[in-house]
């Protein structure tokens, strides 16, 4: 069985700073990407950023030079450092993998969710 489990979001003032960590856990022999998606009342889901196994990173252009998206391949970890924050960062903020996993005796592979963590920014 393969999962992500978040943490590190919470309440901060606007300019503040928080981290966020999204462990995978299970049979992995692989996570090619891992990235944060976020997602505010009555909007849709949308990337904030992501990186490949080799740390090749990628940013919405709303977060770039704030956020900081890194990994540890060795504890199948990414985190997502926020800092300047403002009030429209506020969302869920969900981790996502793209896991290559044991079943058995066979590789599979499949895009696993985090369940979400709130990250919410005040004025």
């Known amino acids: 069985q393969v999962q992500l489990v978040e943490s590190g979001g919470g309440l901060v003032q606007a300019g503040g700073s928080l981290r966020l960590s999204c462990a995978a856990s299970?049979?992995?022999?692989?996570?090619?990407?891992m990235g944060w998606y976020r997602q505010a009342p009555g909007k849709q889901r949308q990337l904030v950023a992501d990186i490949t196994s080799g740390g090749n990173t990628n940013y919405a252009d709303s977060v770039k030079g704030r956020f900081t998206i890194s990994r540890d391949n060795a504890k199948n970890t990414v985190y997502l450092q926020m800092n300047s924050l403002k009030p429209e960062d506020t969302a869920v903020y969900y981790c996502k993998a793209d896991i290559m996993y044991w079943s058995g005796s066979r590789r599979n592979t499949g895009d696993y969710w985090g369940q979400g963590t709130q990250v919410t920014v005040s004025s």
């Open positions: 299970g049979r992995i022999f692989s996570i090619p990407v």
